[in-house]
Nanobody
């Protein structure tokens, strides 16, 4: 069992930056691939970024490529999402998720564990 807790969300102006964190409980964090998803009310949950269990491989949605960076520190059981050049359309609840499907998985269905989310609001 893995519990995930996100933090770092908040209100930021367009063009600004935020760093989200996702802390995992348990001793097996390094065996999971990890993802960030986001969701706007009334819309489907959207893939943002993924990172392999070792951190060696990453993958991004086209909408955030070049602006967001996913990383992880397995010694701290923590994953990060550095968000820069934020746009109003990045406004959403951001969720971290863990998957046993290796090397990476990009769909909400099939993620094994989810956090409760952290709200990011980007004002224009």
């Amino acid at each position: 069992q893995v519990q995930l807790v996100e933090s770092g969300g908040g209100l930021v102006q367009a063009g600004g930056s935020l760093r989200l964190s996702c802390v995992a409980s348990g001793r097996t964090f390094s065996t999971y691939s990890m993802d960030w998803f986001r969701q706007v009310p009334g819309k489907e949950r959207e893939f943002v970024a993924a990172i392999s269990s070792s951190g060696a491989s990453t993958y991004y949605a086209d909408s955030v490529k070049g602006r967001f960076t996913i990383s992880r520190d397995n010694a701290k059981n923590t994953m990060y999402l550095q968000m820069s050049s934020l746009k109003p359309e990045d406004t959403a609840v951001y969720y971290c998720a863990a998957s046993t499907r290796l090397p990476m998985w990009f769909r909400p269905a099939g993620m094994d564990y989810w956090g409760k989310g952290t709200l990011v609001t980007v004002s224009s």
